[in-house]
Every structure is written in structure tokens, then in C-alpha cells.
């Protein structure tokens, strides 16, 4: 049985951490591929977020030469909000008999009952928890109170965010240890993150 990951995310810019933590799933859920979802309008964030095309470019320069990482552009395509139910449906439908995993990070878990549908989407999916900075994935009451799958990713901690990455690059602080060096020429090149 095909094993496939969904890492979604604004990506809003891709930095290693994302990536640290897509190469820990393929290898601790032996996944045949790991499709990176760049949201199209998050609906959590409430920030503007910049343009698509642009995020997307940063993840192709960052995922390029590794094969079982694939970028889907769904959410991209679609108009309104992002919502990962949707996306689940449509992606899960073409690959009905895949054993399908959803990669998140430990504060996405904790406000997960927060998602529209969440109890179809924990039908759907086994949830792949990675904690944030060292600390163990911990559901949200609702979720504890039903059945669901969910495996621990053991991520090293790592402080890096895209938050803190967009901070630094409008402070003309250097990004270079926190994102691929294509990403960090990208942002460069094309001014992103300025005050
Ligand atoms: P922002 O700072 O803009 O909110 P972010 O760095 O959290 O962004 P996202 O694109 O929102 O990045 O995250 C995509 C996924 O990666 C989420 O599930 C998030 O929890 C996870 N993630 C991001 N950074 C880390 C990290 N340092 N450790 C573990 N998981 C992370």
C-alpha cells in the first residue's frame, strides 16, 4: 500500500525547520512521497501573506533534487480559504487506497479542533506530530476525548519560524542559517520581508 504525507503550511518563507521536519517523516513513517501543500488564503493568519506564485517559487528552489518530496498547488489553485478538509477530500479521492498521513507541527495539534470538519479530517488521515522546541505533542481536550491516530515525530527542537525570519530580514539581518541558500538569494533578489 502506498504510503503518502500532506505538509501543508503558508510557507510564507519555506526554512529549514520545514524542511528537517519533511525529511524525519519520510524516513520515521516510511512514506513513498510527501506532498508540500502551500496554502492559498490561510484563514488562521491574519497577516498578509505574500503573493502565492512567490511562495511557491521559494519551495520549488528549496525541495529541488529531492525526489520523494512533491509540491501540490490545490490550495493555490482554489479561490476562498484553505481549508485542509478540502483538501484531504480532493487529493484522497484520486489515491482512495493510499494509507494517508498529515504532517503537523505541535501548535498546529493544539488547535486543531479549531478546523472545519476536524472529526471527518481525523477519520481521514493519521495525524504525524512533530513537537516544537522540545516539547511532546499534546492534544487539545476535544481531541483527547475521541479515537484518533497520531504518531510522534521526534524533531530535534528547533526555534526557527517564519515569523522570526521575516523579522530578521526587515531588521538587514542575515537569514542564511535558517533557510536553503537558494531561498535566501530569492528573497534578496526580490526584496521580500522589508519594513
Ligand atoms: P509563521 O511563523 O509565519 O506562523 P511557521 O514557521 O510556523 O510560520 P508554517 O508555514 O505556518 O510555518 O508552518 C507549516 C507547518 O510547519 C506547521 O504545521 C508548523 O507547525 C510546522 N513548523 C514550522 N516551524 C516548525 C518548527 N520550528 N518545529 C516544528 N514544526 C514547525
Redesign the pocket.
Known sequence: MKRIGI??????PV?N??LA?GRLALQHLGLDELRWVPAGL?WQ?SRQVTPGAQRLEMLRLALEGEPRFVIDTCELDRSGPSYTIDTLRALQAHEPAAAWFL??????YARLDTWREWPELLQRVTLAV?G?AGVPPQPPAALAAVSHRMVPLP?PP???????I?ARVAQGQPVDALVPPPVARYIEQHRLYQA
Request: net charge neutral; hydrophobic share 40%; glycine share 10%.
Open positions: 505538509f501543508g503550511g503558508s510557507f510564507d526554512h525547520a520545514h521536519l490561510p493568519k504532517v503537523i507541527g505541535q501548535d498546529q512533530a516544537r524533531l528547533m526555534a526557527v519560524s517564519a515569523t522570526e521575516r
